[in-house]
């Protein structure tokens, strides 16, 4: 005859299912997949997508604002300030807590500025109504062409969204001119999950941030027709927890 074995097992992981098989407990695994979604537009999440899910952790990160573009006369100076970085937000939630069907969005950079026009600004992203984190403004293009010392003021961060922690984004750097020939554009501000573009104090276009959700660096013109620069895109991060 064979032995009798007895397994005893932790009844706060495990538990025995109505078939007798004994299996873990739904939302003791923790982690298991990460669901991403890049691109700016609107997404769908689906809970029946992930049957043995207990919660999810969603972070979302807003768009960063766009620079301005600058076009001074010829030997003037008008330089950009940076764009604004978009806020952010996370939470954890239970899936019990979803409808059937949440909407995601993610919300673009904003649009580079030509001509002498402003930067855009980013836009918000959200994960249903759970999550939301607002994007970032853009780069003003309010310093006219001229030679004489100005300094220009950044556009300030957004607010902080909504979340079970939220916080906004950072502001735009200001610029200054020093003369005609001299003169140092804004840097795009900071974001949760990205950096903004640098400030630049040769000639040329807007710069670009890195990452998600950074503000456009301001573009500078010494008599050349400069554009700004597209603020990063926004992402959700979404970790499904078994």
Known sequence: ????????????????????????????MGPRLMVTYKEPGTFQFRKTDYPWAARVYVRVQGGGGGSAGANAAANQCTVRPGGAGGGYAESLLNLSALGAVETVVVGPGGTAGTGNNPGG???????????????????????????APDAVQGPAGPFAGSGQWASGGGAGGG????????????????SHLGHGGLARASEGPGTAPRGYGGGAGGALSYGAAENGMEGGNGIVIVWVLG
């Open 1 to 28: 005859m064979s032995p009798i074995v007895a397994v005893c097992v932790c009844s706060d992981y495990f538990e025995v299912d109505e078939g007798g098989e004994l299996c873990l407990k739904p939302g003791t």
């Open 175 to 190: 610029g200054i001119r020093l003369s005609g020939t001299n003169g140092l554009s804004g840097a795009g501000g900071e």
């Open 121 to 147: 600004a980013g836009g918000t992203s959200s994960f249903g109504g759970f999550v939301v984190a607002q994007g970032g403004d853009g780069g003003t293009a309010a310093q006219g062409s001229g030679t």
